[in-house]
């Protein structure tokens, strides 16, 4: 089956950086955009940013342009957050998302998948 573990989390001081990388296995990683998302306390998850299947194209939350980077590695099947210039409000679980482009998927795999998330904490 299709799995997602994240990694690279931690505390950091306000203007550090941090770089957070998504392990994918079990499906061809090629077929899938990927994304990384984050929910802080009390807040809903939202969208941080994705790259698609080809790597492409990438979005940012306008809260984050210019500061993070997200990038793929098909050799290591593996998506990167770099994340410069950490603020407080950066603070929260991030997740990475997988998602098949359509025409790849395969019946008895589900279409998107969610790793654990792993904590960021950003000291002021």
């Known amino acids: 089956q299709v799995e997602v573990v994240e990694s690279g989390g931690g505390l950091v001081q306000a203007g550090g950086s941090l770089r957070l990388s998504c392990a994918h296995s079990g499906d061809t990683f090629s077929n899938y955009a990927m994304s990384w998302y984050r929910q802080a306390p009390g807040k809903e998850r939202e969208l941080v940013a994705s790259?698609?299947?080809?790597?492409?194209?990438?979005t940012y939350a306008a809260s984050v342009k210019g500061r993070f980077t997200i990038s793929r590695d098909y050799a290591r099947n593996t998506v990167d957050l770099q994340m410069n210039s950490l603020k407080p409000e950066d603070t929260a679980v991030y997740y990475c998302?997988?998602?098949?482009?359509?025409?790849?998927?395969?019946?008895?795999?589900?279409?998107?998948?969610w790793g654990q998330g792993t904590l960021v904490t950003v000291s002021s």
């Open positions: 790259i698609t299947s080809n790597g492409g194209s990438t």
């Open positions: 998302n997988a998602r098949v482009v359509p025409v790849f998927a395969r019946p008895d795999y589900p279409r998107e998948v």
